[in-house]
């Protein structure tokens, strides 16, 4: 079928998106709508004294004028962290309370200060101005290093040192690490800074929304990436509304990359302003306002120590990270910088292993899930860690590897960390890599690139993320017209779902892909789900076919009643159920509809064949690769370009594998991008984002990579029917190490370099050449 499993299928979704027919939130248009504008602090800690708001409210056009005492008066709540973590001395971690709008205290440059209302949305901006906001400043402090210091300014009275938790992996074992290091013969060590990001997503955060006075019903449109997921802590612990009182709607999203997963203070503000004015109220951020309210990424401080015996297999890993949390816990602010470091154990056999995580506040823009989550993390200080070993034992990068890579023959492995990886072919993963690389012929470019006065290097990396488990996804299957609906709890924002779950039940229904629509997006409508973690296809795809599966069951006894023969005797394909040899048949769409008369069904057999499954993840799937990245590096200017790059990946089973590489090369660039080039720049004394806009930022262009080899070496996972292992995240892990990897190769021709931190711009090169620190 062209429209099957295992086809290029292009996406289905895209002529209507670039042929301008999509509808985003800043599309829709309500009447009566009014605009809003969120007044923020200029400043990154201060007490607030005063905030004199009468003049604003007298300016024309202006509807709402409110603070956070009026938000307090109506009784709403603290936008939240629902995550919960119990720190090593058995206490759980702190909270760090968050309004909607500034109460007394501002604890970064960006956090929601007042809320006004208008006719026009320039009629709002000159409202804000005429508020008056008295401020003393308070010292901030911006890195976590510094927050954690003795005399640091302190963020929250009830947190001393700023620790917000210090938690230990209770995966791992402390007392076996500390015996893997006591009978080491080496211990390699690097400290390491994982760079914060800014997500910048294409379409910019929005809300609109309306209240029914006669329901009390009240409707919000916002990107995100499961309405449920939002709606949920958004009614209930901010708004202190049940949730049926609140409805949400996503239309299409402008890409998410965990960023639009949560609540954020503007969700709540849209939604009591348009209950309290009675009309329609719509926030759409700028550019400039999504660099200093939008969840951040990343901003690690890590110490990574391993253990190796003399033949360099790895005995003990001890990894202790600051994770700079931002002015207060995002919704998932301590899951991020715990939960992932389980893949530290990446794909090797060692024997045990100790992390410690303290979670520090500081006064930056909180920070949440970003690509990867927690993988990319765990990933890149691994793989720079096992580098610097194969340097430091002069064995080679491949050699140390394949020295310590968990065989196929030891699976199902349980890693020291406790992951039960079912299934992989790592040392194979990587030769064909090398292979497709010209591994074995780089000294040849490397003497080319030199003789043009440019310094080659090669790195390579790999990596497992953890996919496929968390949340249960639901997904039905519902027929209507002559056309079948499949309706999701999961949010379509760029990844190509539309397409992959057409795709499923094509294949599996034998439906033509144009009789089929997928519904996503509406609490009212659809499922609670998610669209994170690379989980799409391994739990809501799975969901659907185990929905198939269903349909085909029913359906096979329905049509042996319609056909008058025995179900034994009912085959099932290409759509259609049959007995072969005969001319008896009926497809699936008929038989649905046949299905909905009581008078043709067998007696005790429920009306229709709508199906809907709920799937709660039996096990966690285990995408693996290996990037191989070739870079020059011009030691005069410190440039450095991408000359090559190539990956192999397990994924498992694919799909599409149009979609997949799509899904790899844009995951390739951010982890590009974060490598060579984008970096949150906060000013250590004021606290002011000094890279807030993109005059500062440096996000990746077309010019900044090169051509992609791809290619896959898949091995079927057993954690789910399809055999997927997901994909979605796997390239923003794997790139950075390899990147550094690389560039860490390319300056040792010239001068003795262990590490560079990232983003590796051309200034840090040209420094670290020039041994300028």
Not at 90 to 105: E, N, S
Not at 481 to 494: K, S
Not at 591 to 607: N, Q, S, T, V, Y
Request: hydrophobic letters at 40%; a negative charge; aromatic letters at 6%.
């Amino acid at each position: 079928m062209k429209f099957g499993i295992g086809q290029p299928v292009r996406r289905h979704e895209d002529l209507r998106l670039i042929t301008g027919q999509g509808r985003y939130t800043d599309d829709i248009v309500l009447p009566g709508m009014a605009q809003a504008f969120v007044l923020r602090s200029p400043i990154a800690h201060a007490k607030i004294k005063r905030i004199d708001a009468a003049a604003a409210r007298r300016m024309p056009g202006v509807l709402l004028v409110a603070t956070g005492e009026d938000l307090r008066a109506d009784g709403l709540g603290d936008v939240p962290c629902t995550v919960p973590l119990v720190s090593r001395d058995g206490k759980p971690r702190h909270d760090t309370p968050r309004p909607v709008l500034a109460l007394d205290r501002v604890r970064h440059v960006g956090q929601p200060v007042a809320l006004i209302v208008a006719e026009t949305l320039a009629s709002a901006r000159d409202a804000a101005e005429a508020i008056a906001v008295d401020y003393e400043q308070l010292p901030a402090v911006t890195e976590a290093k510094d927050a954690i210091a003795p005399g640091a300014a302190q963020l929250f009275d009830h947190i001393p040192g700023n620790i917000v938790f210090d938690w230990d992996n209770d995966m791992g074992d402390a007392k076996a690490a500390q015996a893997a290091f006591a009978k080491a013969t080496r211990v390699v060590s690097l400290d390491l800074i994982n760079n914060r990001v800014v997500v910048n997503s294409m379409e910019p955060r929005n809300a609109i929304a309306e209240h029914d006075a006669g329901s009390g019903r009240s409707t919000l449109y916002t990107a995100t990436q499961g309405p449920h997921f939002v709606r949920d802590p958004l009614a209930e612990i901010v708004l202190k509304l049940p949730k049926d009182k609140l409805r949400l709607i996503t239309p299409n999203v402008g890409g998410g990359f965990g960023m639009k997963a949560f609540v954020y203070p503007e969700h709540a503000l849209v939604v009591w302003a348009s209950r309290k004015i009675g009309r329609p109220v719509k926030w759409q951020e700028d550019r400039s306002e999504g660099f200093v309210s939008d969840n951040q990424g990343r901003d690690h401080a890590t110490r990574a120590e391993l253990a190796l015996d003399n033949d360099g297999r790895f005995l003990g890993l001890r990894v202790s990270v600051l994770a700079n949390l931002g002015a207060y816990l995002s919704p998932f602010g301590c899951f991020v910088p715990t939960r992932s470091t389980d893949l530290v154990s990446g794909l090797y056999a060692i024997g045990a292993i100790h992390v410690n995580v303290k979670g520090v506040c500081t006064n930056t823009v909180p920070v949440c899930a970003y690509r990867g989550a927690g993988r990319p993390e765990a990933a890149y200080l691994l793989e720079r860690l096992v580098d610097a070993a194969a340097r430091e034992l002069k064995l080679s990068p491949d050699a140390i590897r394949r020295i310590n890579f968990v065989p196929p023959s030891a699976m199902p492995y349980t890693s020291a960390t406790k992951l039960r990886i079912d299934c992989g072919e790592f040392e194979e993963v990587m030769s064909r890599c090398m292979t497709a690389a010209d591994w074995s012929t780089f000294p040849e470019r490397r003497a080319e690139s030199e003789r043009d006065g440019k310094l080659r290097g090669i790195g390579m990396a790999t990596y497992t993320e953890r996919c496929g488990g968390g949340f249960p996804e639901t997904a039905s299957i519902e027929f209507k017209d002559e056309r079948a609906e499949l309706v999701m709890g999961n949010q379509e924002y760029g990844t190509g779902l539309i397409t992959a779950y057409k795709q499923l039940v094509s294949d599996q229904l034998g439906i033509d892909a144009d009789r089929i629509d997928v519904i996503m997006g509406d609490t009212d409508r659809t499922p609670s789900g998610l669209t994170g973690g690379s989980r799409a296809l391994p739990v809501a795809g799975a969901a659907l076919y185990e929905a198939g599966r269903t349909i085909i069951a029913k359906g096979t006894q329905l049509a042996a009643h319609i056909l008058e023969v025995s179900a034994q005797d009912v085959t099932f394909a290409d759509g259609v159920f049959s007995v072969p040899g005969t001319d008896l048949r009926i497809d699936v769409l008929a038989l649905a509809k046949a299905a909905r008369d009581p008078a043709k069904l067998p007696a005790g057999m429920e009306p229709g064949l709508d199906t809907t499954h709920h799937r709660v993840p039996a096990a966690q799937t285990y995408p693996n690769g290996c990037h191989i990245v070739e870079v020059a590096v011009d030691p005069e200017t410190g440039v450095v370009a991408i000359e090559r790059y190539t990956v192999v990946d397990d994924f498992g089973r694919t799909i599409n594998p149009l979609l997949l590489e799509g899904q790899v090369h844009g995951g390739i660039v951010q982890g590009i991008g974060q490598a060579l080039l984008e970096h949150a720049v906060y000013d250590p004394d004021s606290g002011q984002l000094m890279a807030g806009s993109f005059m500062d930022y440096a996000m990746p262009r077309a010019g900044d990579v090169p051509a992609f080899a791809f290619s896959t070496h898949n091995v079927p996972t057993t954690a789910n029917p399809l055999g997927v292992k997901g994909a979605g995240e796997a390239g923003a892990v794997g790139a950075p190490p390899a990147v550094i990897n690389a560039i860490v190769d390319a300056l040792g021709r010239r001068v003795d370099l262990r590490h560079i931190d990232m983003p590796a711009t051309p200034r840090r090169v040209w420094e670290a050449l020039n041994g300028v620190h």
